[in-house]
C-alpha cells in the first residue's frame, strides 16, 4: 500500500530524514520507534503533504527527494489535501484539536470532503462507540476537553475521513499509564477494522506490544527493522535502540 524510496529531507539546511526506505503492505500494522530528533514526525508529515505546506512565519519549505508510492501512484509531489482524499490520514502529534469548536464540530470537521451523509453519520457513531466520552462531551468546546479525551478526538476525527492508511503520531504522549492502554487498545481495534495502520511512538513498549513490524529510526536514518521475535534477538538492538 505505502511505498518510500530513499526519503530525504532538509530543514534550512539541516538534514531530517536520509535516505529512507520503508514498505507497508495493506492491512499491516507497522510500528516507527526512535528517541526525539531522529526524524519519525517529519516522516509522517511528508507522506501526508503537510511538510512541504508553507506554514505560518516560515519562508521556504522543506527540500524533498526520494519517491513516497500510495497503491502504485506517486504522492511526494501532491497536495495534502489530494492526500487526505485518496485515503492517506494523519493524526498529527499533540492532538491539535480545533479549539473553538465543539468535539462534534471537530469531528465533523474531519468528513470534511465527503459526500455521503448516511455514511458520515454511521461512522460518527462507531466513533462513539470507540469513545462513548466523545458522545457525552459533543457540545463542549474542544479545549476544554483532558489531555486523554483530546487524544481520541484527535483519532475519531481522522477516522471521520474514512481512512485506508491511518497515521498516528505519538498517541500516548503525556497520557497516563491507564490511558495509555486504552488507547492503544481501540488503536488495535480500528487496525481490526480493517484499517491499515502506520504508527510513531517514543513508547517502546507501546510499539513492541502492537504493531506487527517495527522501524526504528536513528539520526534520520532507518538502523533496522524487523518483526518483534526478530529485533528482541539481537542483543545490541535491545540494548542500544529499544532500552532494554
Not at 484539536?97 to 462534534?104: G, K, Q, V
Not at 481495534?189 to 506490544?209: H, K, Y
Not at 527493522?225 to 532500552?243: A, F, N, P, W
Amino acid at each position: 500500500m505505502l511505498e518510500i524510496k530513499d526519503l530525504t529531507v532538509h530543514y534550512d539546511g539541516a538534514m531530517a530524514l536520509n535516505r529512507v526506505s520503508l514498505k507497508v503492505e495493506e492491512g499491516e500494522f507497522v510500528g516507527v520507534v526512535g528517541p526525539n530528533g531522529s526524524g519519525k514526525t517529519t516522516l509522517l508529515r511528508a507522506i501526508s503533504g503537510v511538510l512541504m505546506e508553507i506554514e505560518p512565519g516560515k519562508k521556504e519549505r522543506p527540500s524533498l527527494s526520494g519517491s513516497i508510492m500510495f497503491n502504485g501512484k506517486g504522492i511526494d509531489k501532491s497536495k495534502a489535501w489530494n492526500i487526505t482524499k485518496m485515503g492517506v490520514i494523519h493524526c498529527p502529534e499533540r492532538r491539535r484539536p480545533f479549539a473553538e469548536m465543539t468535539t462534534l464540530d471537530n469531528l465533523r470537521m474531519g468528513a470534511y470532503l465527503r459526500k455521503n451523509r448516511s455514511e458520515i453519520k454511521k461512522d460518527l457513531e462507531w466513533v462513539y462507540e470507540l469513545f462513548p466520552i466523545l458522545k457525552e462531551r459533543a457540545r463542549q468546546m474542544s479545549q476544554t476537553l483532558s489531555g486523554g479525551e483530546q487524544q481520541m478526538l484527535a483519532i475519531g476525527r481522522a477516522l471521520m475521513s474514512k481512512p485506508k492508511l491511518l497515521l498516528i503520531d505519538e498517541p500516548s504522549l503525556g497520557l497516563a499509564p491507564l490511558l495509555k492502554e486504552a488507547v492503544l487498545k481501540v488503536i488495535k481495534e480500528i487496525w481490526r477494522s480493517g484499517v491499515t495502520i502506520l504508527l510513531v511512538e517514543q513508547d517502546v513498549a507501546i510499539t513492541l506490544a502492537s504493531a506487527q513490524r517495527i522501524y526504528i529510526l536513528a539520526h534520520g536514518r532507518i538502523a533496522t527493522q524487523g518483526t518483534k521475535e526478530e529485533l528482541m534477538k539481537s542483543r545490541d538492538v535491545r540494548e542500544i535502540y529499544l532500552g532494554l
